[in-house]
Nanobody, 114 residues
């Protein structure tokens, strides 16, 4: 079983920054592709960023150049650095991985005020 726990969300003003963390347990962390998703009220959950060992990270166009996904394998943690935040980034952010089963964190709320 994989346990994912997010932290780092909060309320920030437009143009500000946050760093989200997702601590993972129950797996060989370095083997897994790790993702960040987000879901705003009334909208579908969307993929924001993906980290794959040995490959280029993926970012959805709306966050490209502003968000950075990274991993610390020693700490079994994946991060999402969020810069130049916009009100449109307001959403619950979820950590995700797949190892035959989809695993989701509990979510952390990011609210960007204008």
């Amino acid at each position: 079983q994989v346990l994912l726990v997010e932290s780092g969300g909060g309320l920030v003003q437009a143009g500000g920054s946050l760093r989200l963390s997702c601590a993972a347990s129950g797996s060989i962390f370095s083997r897994y592709t790790m993702d960040w998703y987000r879901q705003a009220p009334g909208k579908q959950r969307e993929l924001v960023a993906t980290f794959t060992s040995g490959g280029s990270p993926y970012y959805t166009d709306s966050v490209k150049g502003r968000f950075t996904i990274s991993r610390d394998n020693a700490k079994s943690t994946v991060y999402l650095e969020m810069n130049s935040l916009k009100p449109e980034d307001t959403a619950a952010y979820y950590c995700h991985t797949y190892n035959g089963v989809h695993y989701w964190g509990q979510g952390t709320q990011v609210t960007v005020s204008s």
